[in-house]
């Protein structure tokens, strides 16, 4: 995907066929899509290649999306909260105390 005079390669200026904007009336992905794109005007590019890459793209619909993705995470902390409760909470009727001895239910003990 060099792009200089001296790569001689087929694939020169061009990109991976997995940057390229799906044709709808294409039923097969064409693998050659992306070959002398960069040599075209940016304008052009846009039509035939992504131009943006992926992490600016996440970022701006992270920041557009930004209320529902922190809801979902709050409601997922709160649910890991309850859970933990809840756990804790049964921990202590599973391993009931015997306050006459001063020992866990399930500690041995060797009186009679």
């Known amino acids: 995907f060099n792009c200089t005079d001296s790569n001689a390669s087929r694939e020169r200026c061009g990109v991976p066929f997995s940057c390229c904007t799906k044709d709808p009336a294409e039923d097969v992905i064409n693998t050659q899509c992306g070959y002398d794109a960069r040599q075209k005007p940016e304008v052009d590019q846009q ?63 060797s009186a009679p």
Request: glycine share 12%; charged share 15%; hydrophobic share 35%.
């Open 47 to 109: 039509i035939v290649i992504y131009t943006k890459g992926c992490v600016p793209q996440f970022e701006k619909w992270l920041q557009d999306n930004l209320t529902i993705v922190a809801g979902i995470f709050i409601g997922i902390a709160l649910l890991q909260v309850r859970r933990g409760s809840c756990l804790g909470g049964r921990t202590q009727t599973v391993v009931p105390r015997d306050t006459s001895s001063g020992q866990d239910a399930c500690s041995s003990s």
